[in-house]
């Protein structure tokens, strides 16, 4: 088993240095990081600028190969390259990281398991007005941009807030910097993260409920649940320990995808309502420009894809036990 | 695309059933449906409602509208929504109403073109890449799982600060590129399954060429999955080239998207709210309606999808009916109450058709200890009455009339009581053995769940008593067993397990629906006995339903005839197989091929059952029963005893059969003629040509393991040194088990495509290698070889009308047109079909016309060999019986060779002149039929004819069936000796020193008598009792 998954590991490995590859080529080719020094204040000179440029491997008048040389080089050695503002890149990388998964954590677990949830409910209930509502309702938050979900939460908290008088949903952030002690830090963190969660949870939801409730009206009227049913237990617990357990099957490498890939998926809450993560680095580094914080991004993405699919493989074979034979 | 759902992908893709037909009229028609059915979904309607609005608006709107999208109103900056402004202006004084209809142009064009894009990419790749196979597969995996890597978003984002109003057709094909992946994926799946689906091998096998099956038969079957998907891509498209432009990739000023006129208007957000919600809310009524249509055109298009599956209209009325029903079953022998007793049970289930009544009032009644059978064809309402008995047919079914459990009525319980009777006092056994249990769970813990699920257990006693479970059905190994899962089993063992779970509780009542069914013989004399010790063990009544009546001659005290809903006959066993008085059950006993006798024709029952929603007046047979007369078709004749006649009948015309002058039974229904052997058939074997030869053939399947760099584990013996020759006008059946290699032989003559290993023998047509042919000699050989599969109606392209099917080998193989016509009628009426029947499609057809299509079309080309996959073994015993005559009429008129693979020895006995028996890849015992049934010399042999059953209820209960010991052995794990040892009879009664050379020695196929051959080194007729 695990020399199956250590194959598996090598074989997507590769897919994932060429993806790196074909990121930091195209970055290279295709962004001028020239721009981010001339608007300086005092302006350098162009000796100046070509030196740094030279000096973080960003220059455009290098030839594309030897810079790609000169970067995966670094990479090989653990070292990303330096930002368009000469900081490391790795450093930011972690910080980033670090704050993305604490946006995350949370509206993933609650997302996924909600959705699953809510996607059981309404096969169950199928045909009933909850479930054509939920489904409706589901479609409806998948139609709309997460980017308008987000700023549409912003207008209405600011309205609320209005109305109440005080601040209760906090919007720019991942905490109130006047916030001191343990307590208030905790309260001000919570309050900042309730509405990107919001965001996140109903993109989630909808998208898992409409998925699951696929996978569960197939097995709604299968024979197992039948026979379930035919041993005495009652419609409920078949369902449950029986149809469910089959039904979100389908669903794992959805979840392990999602889960996974959600660091750099959330560039739009994560800009909208300022953290300072992951998916707001990838906007940025391209509107800066930034062709090495855009590779790394890129590469980061590739290896998260692989790292999702070895987690769907790792849950396949924990809950499938057809998945354990050859 | 990370950032971007996928609704696309929320659609897996269905191999069949779905929609999009061939041709002019029926396309029309089909259409009609679909449209129909979307006419009846509302939200469909409203999307496409909105969609057509929003389309209008954005391509003729800006023409009616004054202002343009480039227009600058300097009068009037930061205006509300009002007169001059609709949707009011922005800072710049640019009219929101209009920028919105330029973005929403914008939007929509990039949405389709890049759908577009996106369906035709991954129709190609997919298509070619499942099709192909091999390599060209592996590349294109390859190639998806590269596009999944790549970030699509950033790419996306950092390729865009190249567009601009010239070239904004490269953002179409940036999002086409990394958003063609699933779809791709999805449509390789769907035709790597469809390449396995038998209308596509019926196509590869007449010769069609690779690129034609794709285009005529795989892509019309992934359109509708392909339709569906495209419109979900537009909306996904739309949303991603939303989320760019939000950021300014993209669209660049002043051409705008829908996405950048949201952006450009969030910051004035909280002070101008239209700027944000005017563009934000055209946005998600697009999409919205896009998604709500393509949920629509799924639930329209493909049939088996969640609306159109049986669904919950209102509470289900369960009416307990008086127990005053007048009694029409006979009464039980003793005066012992029954364990069950069902009275007047009628059950109609509502459907897309009308209100189907599928049982319309039967009774009867089982003691502890009895068996009682309940057969009839597939559509009678067995299955459903069982699942009305137990309580478990969905909640729209309605359920009247009495079904007693030892005196408490079931009808009308509360679900909570139900509960507390099923699999407790009521078990039963369904037919699925792999579906009927949960695939995640192991064989102990079902059972244990079976057993707590009404009694207080801790976990080890109910281990231990689920142990001792499996023991009494008859499981080796019990200890380890119940640590497996159900894939794990053989399908003797689910059924086991099965069985087990039913009689853990001591139910009083079992019911088995098709408890053998789908299982080898062997298997199924096994299955049949551990049913008759579960009921010795518990004393319980077993109700069996089947549709085979063999198969209940030796088990059954009494049974039920079942017909439209109905029983038409009952008795006891011996009563009814002796003097059937109802013409349906005359003509099904009269239908069942025989492995004991040789006959020289079936009497087939024509005709099909009547549909439930248009039942005929008077008798429900009247349509397909020879004595037919006016009577008949005033009312429908009650079920009681009439006259003379012993046992009650529904049939007003029964008692004549008992009067001196009367009818007879045995001339109910004319026997065909069916074809005796002819003068060249006697001509003497050895005169007759060769047609086939199979020399020495091994075909060894490598066991791999991994996806992407994958590995053999290990080898699965499917043919293994397998020798053998059909000469002309000759049949040649080769039985066995699953698992015998019996069709992965039949399909190395069928499709040579695949190379042999060096070595692995040959395969020679009329003297020629077909693996060492050039590529036009192997289109000839198409017409002298062809091909009837197993499931009729999977061998049919269900888009095609039959006249495309029958007219598709003649086409291929460059028949003028208009002769092609012609043969087509000639074709049908060969096979006893109406010309008519060219105009149909595969569905309207029932089974046995669908096989009798087959079997037309396998004959379009004038073949000199025929294979024949298990050809009846699909069909209902009445259809069965007149496919059977059909063959065995056309194998004599046209002097076909026919090599014909069949588990079932009855049938090889019809229509066979030589008989091939396969074990685990091997031959071991080859001789003309008449030899193989009066003499077998393999102990092998000696078991399936033992384990067949016969329709004589004295006769079987009186034989002594040979033990056939363990289940079936692995392939993938050859035993060295004789392979058949462990599980041989004759093994058990051999000294040490014999059984050491069964131990040592791999028994070749030698002569035992003249031509006829046996693998044993103790071959000889059986030993002992049999």
Known sequence: ?326 | MSTVPDPGALLSPAGDGLAADGSGQRTARRGKVVLMRLRRNPWAVAGFAVLAFLTLLANAGPLLYPWDHTDLDYTALQQPPGGTHWFGTDAAGADLFAVTMRGLQKSLLVGLLTALACTTVATVVGTVAGYAGGWTDRVALALIGLFLVLPGFLLVAVMSTLVDETTWLLLVVLLAALSWMITGRAVRNTTRSLKQHDFVRAAVCLGVPGHTVVRRHVVPALASFLIIDATLQVGSAVIAEAGLAYFGFGFQPPDVSLGGVIASGTPYATVYPWLFYFPAGCLLSLCLSLFLIGDGLRAALDPASARNRPGRTRRASRAAVAADVPRTALQPASGAPPALAVRDLRVSLPGEGGTVHAVRGISYEVLPGEVVAIVGESGAGKSVSAAAIMGLLPETAEVAGSVRLAGRELIGLEESHLCRVRGDALSMVFQHSLTSLTPVYSVGYQITEALRAHRRLDRATARQRAVELLTAVGIPEPTRTIHAFPHECSGGMRQRVAIAMAIANDPKVIIADEPTTALDVTTQAQILDVLKTARTLTGAALVIITHDLALVAGVADRVHVMYAGRFVEEGPVDDVFARPRMPYTIGLLGAVPRADLDQSALTPVEGTPPSPLLLPDGCPFVLRCPLAADVCRDGEPALRTRGNVTHPTACVRSDEFEREDGLDPARVFSVPRTGRRTETERRKRAERPVLLEVDHLVRHFPVYRGTVLRRRVGTVTAVDDVSLDVREKETLALVGESGSGKSTLLNEIADPRKTLDPGAGRVLIAGRDIHRITHRQRRRLCRDVQLVLQDPVASLDPRLPIGDILGEPLLTHGWPRDHIGLRISELLDLVGLDAAHADRFPRELSGGQAQRVNIARALALKPRLLLLDEPVSALDVSVQASVLNLLRTLKAELSLSCLLVTHDLAVARYLADRVAVMHLGRIVELAPATSVFAQPSHPYTHVLLSAAPLPEPQRERARQHVPLLGEPLDPAAVPTGCRFRSRCPRYLELSPGERRRCEDQDPDLLGVAEDHAAACHFAGPPRGNA
């Open chain 1, 1 to 326: 088993m695990v020399r199956h998954f250590a194959r598996g590991l090598a074989a997507n490995l590769m897919l994932v240095v060429i993806a790196g590859a074909v990121t930091y080529v195209l970055a290279a080719l295709t962004l001028d990081p020239r721009s981010n020094y001339v608007n300086r204040n005092p302006p350098p000179s162009p000796a100046e600028i070509t030196a740094t440029l030279d000096a973080y491997n960003l220059n455009p008048d290098t030839p594309v190969v030897s810079r790609f040389l000169r970067w995966a080089g670094d990479v090989l050695t653990g070292d990303l390259g330096r930002t368009v503002a000469g900081e490391e890149v790795t450093e930011e990388f972690g910080r980033r990281a670090l704050t993305s998964t604490r946006l995350l954590l949370l509206a993933t677990v609650v997302g996924s398991v909600g959705g699953v949830l809510l996607g059981s409910w309404n096969a169950v209930r199928h045909e009933r007005w909850t479930d054509r509502v939920a489904t409706l309702l589901s479609f409806a938050v998948l139609a709309t941009p997460v980017f308008v979900t987000a700023v549409a939460l912003q207008l209405w908290a600011r309205n609320l807030n209005e109305a109440i008088g005080s601040t209760v949903f906090e919007y720019t952030g991942e905490y109130s910097p006047g916030a001191t002690g343990t307590w208030d830090r905790l309260l001000s963190r919570a309050q900042h993260l309730v509405l990107p969660s919001i965001a996140l949870v109903a993109f989630q939801a909808a998208l898992f409920g409409l998925y699951q409730r696929n996978t569960m009206l197939d097995v709604l009227h299968s024979d197992f649940v039948r026979t379930a049913r035919a041993k005495g237990l009652p419609r409920r617990t078949a369902l449950l320990r029986h149809g469910l357990r089959v039904a979100v099957l389908p669903l794992l490498p959805l979840l392990a995808y999602n889960a996974v890939l959600m660091f750099t998926g959330t560039a739009f809450v994560e800009k909208i309502f300022g953290w300072h993560g992951m998916g707001e680095w990838l906007v940025d580094s391209v509107l800066t420009d930034d062709v090495n914080v855009v590779a790394a991004v890129g590469l980061f993405t590739a290896a998260l894809v692989l790292v999702a699919g070895l987690l769907a493989d790792v849950l396949h074979v924990v809950l499938d036990p057809r998945s354990r034979a050859s």
